[in-house]
């Protein structure tokens, strides 16, 4: 087999690989930003809550996450396709690592910032959106760097779980041609340049954020 | 039938207790695979710090390329490489070798990283003190630089140890019998995985929070000035 | 006799900027010379290159007549650490930031050389740190880590433990000037007794005037990387001959004057 001949199904996988990826970081900022405010909230059955959720998903395996949604769950009913898993679970670890990271930003936010606003009559979620996460959003690209990048190391356990992601197409590969170091050199290859994409992004966002001001003007309506 | 261990289906809790001393087995196994994996980590990812002060370029770039390259790439797909591609070059190793080699190496990249970090905090003055009372390199690490290093890494090379725990299931790909490797094993026999795959999620967090406790108390035991030397 | 320190036409450079430019600088066996002048002036960067922690770019230093290229070097500053190592043997220097060895005990610090490099035996090199620690007046603290100490203790410490490696030159780079002013004296009183020894060569860099006046046998006025004057004490601070120096001189005493009246102490 050629390289070119390699190269075909490995991009298709890697396809996949990104689609997962992306989509399972989109739901974990989102749910990041909801467990993370809510470990921040007052109110002790929303904080208890997404402290649970964070314990639970930080304290076990991905793999064993996995499998528990892809063979246990089906067992009492609530079953998924294996993408929907797939990025459903990957989107639940990185969220409850994420928590942890927006939860810091925002306690990092110099207490003054929310005198001044408390001082000025502002309700605590306009104080929230409005003054305390524009300062911490910039603090957290770092860290969300790093989880980015995990994520996509993360999303090859997925090929587990039968989805022709860019490592279970390396393995279908290695079956047909045995040149097992050719295919997984390739393969390594692949997710460097994908990991190398998503640090320019990550790095792209961060300067946007830096230039622009730290108080977006936000629309009164 | 596993391991000398029958189970009982009849009810989730007469299943799941009479699956644990299964389980027990197969922590033994997780334990161990994380213990030689960390210290392969340890000991090579010193090596690779050591080796990026390098002042000749070629070796510090090199090991630069090196450590990102692991680190930016899945532990799957290098356990894969492994596994597959040592015995072509005549390296025949028991897959839980293979294994903790596998941990060894991507925590080592993760691992060098906290070292540079460590090394580099110590200020430059030590390091001129030392050379001002004509000690060797050698001794200046020995005696100045790591005593001083360890209490800054300890709280990252421990983060690192847990996070090395909960991807070592990644090891029953292989072959290798851990507790996820166990309860698939029991789980197709039984057509019943939600008690397995539970037991071993509820096995690892209470893993995790002792683990990361002990760290805790080793982080609040070490003077921060240093490994006092009399 | 033959310099114990002799500078040759030495020009140090860092990056575009020339801190010595062809620099000429003798120092005789047990020598005290104090070296002052406008900070960025060059002194420290003597010091530092004598102690090898720079090197420089052209011209020739030697020590004890052994130059500090390698033998048959020729070039840019070239030298194997082995080399670099014998040379070492015969400097000493204290830092303005004392640079004690935070997680060994007083103790432990004066002896950690003289075991490792010097490869004296454990006792020996107590019983001299012994002698050396009573000598500062700080027996009683052996068993102390520096963050329990003043600022004017660690430096004292820090005196003992460059002459535990008896060194034949010892460096002196700003030794108090990280200090709370009512701890100096405590530390100029030590280089005091030290500077009777007459076997040891001193250099030292300071901005204490009095001090330098009371010690040196020679004082040398440093500006943009050459010295500008030098010469015995009494007549230098007395009657300095160039307007640079007499400038440097009334502002840095005057200072020196307004602030010892504010905190009243006496030296």
């Known amino acids: 087999m050629t390289w070119m001949q390699y190269l075909a199904p490995l991009l298709k996988g890697a396809q996949v690989t990104v689609m997962i990826s992306l989509a399972s970081i989109f739901f974990g900022v989102i749910l990041a930003f909801a467990a993370g405010i809510a470990r921040t909230s007052s109110n002790r059955f929303v904080s208890g809550l997404a402290f649970v959720y964070i314990v639970l998903f930080r304290g076990t395996p991905l793999l064993v996450q996995l499998f528990w949604f892809y063979y246990a769950l089906p067992l009492v009913g609530v079953s998924f396709d294996p993408i929907t898993t797939g990025i459903m679970t990957l989107a639940l670890l990185t969220g409850a690592f994420g928590a942890e990271v927006v939860r810091g930003a925002l306690l990092a936010v110099p207490p003054a910032q929310l005198e001044a606003a408390r001082a000025l009559n502002f309700s605590k979620t306009y104080t929230l959106w409005h003054i305390a996460m524009p300062q911490a959003i910039i603090e957290m690209m770092p860290p969300f760097g790093n989880l980015a990048i995990q994520n996509l190391k993360d999303t090859a356990l997925v090929s587990l779980i039968s989805i022709a992601d860019l490592t279970f197409q390396a393995q279908s590969l290695r079956n047909i041609t045995l040149n097992s170091a050719r295919v997984y050199t390739l393969t390594l290859l692949g997710y460097f340049l994908i990991a190398l994409c998503l640090m320019f992004a990550v790095r792209f966002i961060e300067m946007k954020l830096r230039r622009g001001p730290a108080f977006p003007r936000s629309a009164h309506s | 039938m596993m391991y000398g261990y029958a189970w009982d289906t009849s009810t989730p809790l007469t299943f799941a207790l009479s699956i644990l001393p299964i389980l027990g087995h197969g922590l033994l196994v997780t334990l161990q695979a994380a213990a030689v994996g960390y210290v392969i980590a340890l000991v090579l990812g010193l090596v690779l710090a050591l080796l990026r002060r390098s002042r000749i370029k070629a070796i510090s770039w090199t090991v630069a390329c090196f450590t990102e390259f692991v680190r930016d790439t899945p532990l799957l797909v290098q356990l894969f490489f492994l596994y597959y591609v040592l015995p072509d070059f005549g390296i025949i190793l028991p897959a839980f070798m293979t294994g903790a080699l596998a941990l060894g190496l991507q925590y080592s990249a993760y691992t060098s990283e906290v070292y540079r970090g460590g090394i580099n905090a110590v200020s430059r003055g030590q390091w001129e003190a030392a050379t001002a009372l004509n000690m060797t390199r050698l001794q200046t690490y020995r005696d100045v630089v790591i005593p001083q290093m360890i209490p800054r890494i300890v709280p990252a090379l421990g983060n690192y140890l847990v996070s090395m725990l909960k991807e070592t299931p990644v090891l029953s790909v292989v072959t290798v019998l851990d507790m996820l490797g166990l309860a698939n094993m029991i789980g197709e026999r039984t057509f019943e995985y939600l008690v397995p795959l539970s037991m071993v999620g509820l096995i690892f967090l209470p893993m995790t929070l002792i683990c990361s406790a002990l760290i805790y108390a080793v982080e609040r035991a070490l003077p921060k000035s240093g490994i006092p030397l009399r | ?267």
């Open chain 3, 1 to 267: 006799m033959n310099p114990i320190i002799r500078f040759q036409n030495v020009i140090k450079r860092f990056g575009a900027l020339t801190v010595l430019d062809n620099f000429n600088f003798e120092v005789q066996r047990g020598e005290k010379v104090t070296l002052i002048g406008p900070s960025g002036s060059g002194k420290s960067t003597v010091l530092r290159i004598l102690m090898t922690l720079e090197p420089f770019q052209e011209g020739l230093l030697e020590i004890d007549g052994i130059s500090y290229h390698e033998p048959d070097g020729r070039g840019p500053f070239k030298a194997s650490e082995k080399h670099l190592h014998t040379i070492r043997s015969n400097v000493g220097m204290v830092f303005q930031s004392f640079n004690l060895f935070p997680h060994m005990t007083v103790l432990r610090n004066v002896v950690e050389a003289p075991v490792a490099v010097l490869k004296m035996k454990r006792e020996e090199a107590e019983s001299r740190a012994t002698e050396l620690l009573r000598m500062v007046g700080l027996y009683d603290k052996k068993d102390h880590f520096p963050s329990q100490l003043s600022g004017g203790q660690q430096q004292r410490v820090a005196i003992a433990r460059a002459l535990a490696m008896r060194p034949r030159v010892l460096l002196f780079d700003e030794p108090t000037s990280a200090l709370d002013p009512q701890l100096v004296g405590e530390v100029l009183g030590v280089i005091r007794d030290l500077a009777r020894e007459h076997d040891l060569t001193m250099l030292l860099v300071t901005h204490e005037m009095r001090f330098a006046r009371e010690v040196s046998d020679r004082v040398c006025f440093f500006d943009k990387g050459r010295i500008v004057e030098q010469g015995e004490p009494e007549r230098f601070f007395s009657n300095p001959q160039q307007p640079r120096t007499r400038e440097f001189l009334s502002s840095i005493l005057g200072e020196q004057e307004s602030q010892r009246e504010s905190i009243g102490c006496a030296q």
